[in-house]
Antibody
Framework: EVQLLESGGGLVQPGGSLRLSCAAS????????MNWVRQAPGKGLEWVSS????????YYADSVKGRFTVSRDNSENTLYLQMNSLRAEDTAVYFC?????????????WGQGTLVTVSS | DIVMTQSPDSLAVSLGERATINCKSS????????????LAWYQQKPGQPPKLLIY???TRESGVPDRFSGSGSGTDFTLTISSLQAEDVAVYYC?????????FGQGTKLQIK
């Protein structure tokens, strides 16, 4: 059974930093592209970032480019999102999600999410 | 960026009746080399992460009840629930994965009438 467990969320002041983690199990982690998707309170889904299975290719939404960095440790089956220069508009539940087995960048498994609140 | 627009924003349907949600992309998500539409549908219930229902516009994910179906091509897509069940109350999102930035529709809230 695929499991994705996010951690690292919390309350941070504007301009601060956080590092989110997503521990993966139940599949061959290094073979799967991984993604971060966020959802502001009461709002819709917003893609944040993606990383290839090897970690060599990364992609970002314009809203986070230059501030967030996605990475992965395939030896530890863990996905990361380093978030710097946080803004109030980054407040959201952050989900990690796995690329679908079927191919293409839709997501067949999601974690439960971790809440990031940016506020003074 | 490809803008995904869903209609309606909310929908109330009687139990056992058909529910139809539309999704329109601002440009085609049909990849000509493989004839696949890079379009997915998700269901999200309160307090839960999204769940993949449909990918390649019309392929049902394993374990998804066959009352859920997807159709369409190019820029216009539809999610149909043939006979609404109480457990189908949720927000439904379409997503294009043709190109980055990957984008979602704004969501359609489905309720029981």
């Amino acid at each position: 059974e695929v499991q994705l467990l996010e951690s690292g969320g919390g309350l941070v002041q504007p301009g601060g930093s956080l590092r989110l983690s997503c521990a993966a199990s139940g599949f061959t982690f290094s073979n799967s592209g991984m993604n971060w998707v966020r959802q502001a309170p009461g709002k819709g889904l917003e893609w944040v970032s993606s990383v290839s299975g090897s970690g060599t290719s990364t992609y970002y939404a314009d809203s986070v480019k230059g501030r967030f960095t996605v990475s992965r440790d395939n030896s530890e089956n863990t996905l990361y999102l380093q978030m710097n220069s946080l803004r109030a508009e980054d407040t959201a539940v952050y989900f990690c999600a796995k690329d679908a087995r079927s191919g293409g960048s839709c997501y067949d498994n999601w974690g439960q999410g971790t809440l990031v609140t940016v506020s003074s | 960026d490809i803008v995904m627009t869903q209609s309606p924003d909310s929908l109330a349907v009687s139990l056992g009746e058909r529910a139809t949600i539309n999704c329109k992309s601002s440009q085609s998500v049909l990849y000509s080399s493989n004839s696949k539409n890079y379009l997915a549908w998700y269901q999200q219930k309160p307090g839960q992460p999204p769940k993949l229902l449909i990918y390649w516009a019309s392929t049902r994910e394993s374990g998804v009840p066959d009352r859920f179906s997807g159709s369409g091509s190019g820029t216009d897509f539809t999610l149909t629930i043939s006979s609404l069940q109480a457990e189908d109350v949720a927000v439904y999102y379409c997503q294009q994965y043709y190109t980055t930035p990957l984008t979602f529709g704004q969501g359609t809230k489905l309720q029981i009438k």
